[in-house]
């Protein structure tokens, strides 16, 4: 499975941006993918995940009626959409897939097996 993050950018809080996430190779249908990211200085975090099955969702406390992570099966793409934006949320994101995670594994990134190169997301205050 190769993964291709896009979307990154300069934003002022308050704004919104969407991040997107291109697979492609064999993913199957008990794939899980999620959007981590990491701060400068600080370790890599969990922000949300999504089965590619069904759809259920998982996010960070942090970004919890904020975000919305989805996937549009056909494109083989999964999105994330950032709204009131703040300037914590800077930091470079990645997307990664992992297969058969169960809930409880999603936030955790030794779960996954494939990372896309990071989009830099710079909010300004």
């Known amino acids: 499975v190769q993964l291709q993050a896009s979307g990154g950018g300069l934003v002022q809080a308050g704004g919104s941006l969407r991040l997107s996430c291109a697979s492609s190779g064999r993913a199957t249908s008990s794939y899980v993918v999620g959007w981590f990211r990491q701060a400068p200085g600080k370790e890599r975090e969990f922000v949300a995940a999504i089965k590619w099955s069904g759809g259920s969702t998982t996010y960070a406390r942090s970004v919890r009626g904020r975000f919305t992570v989805s996937k549009d099966s056909a494109k083989n793409t999964l999105y994330l959409q950032m709204n009131r934006l703040e300037p914590e949320d800077t930091a470079v994101y990645y997307c990664?897939?992992?297969?058969?995670?169960?809930?409880?594994?999603?936030?955790?990134?030794?779960?996954?097996?494939?990372w896309g190169q990071g989009t830099q997301v710079t909010v300004s205050s």
């Open positions: 990664a897939a992992g297969n058969g995670l169960i809930t409880s594994s999603m936030p955790n990134d030794r779960a996954y097996d494939y």
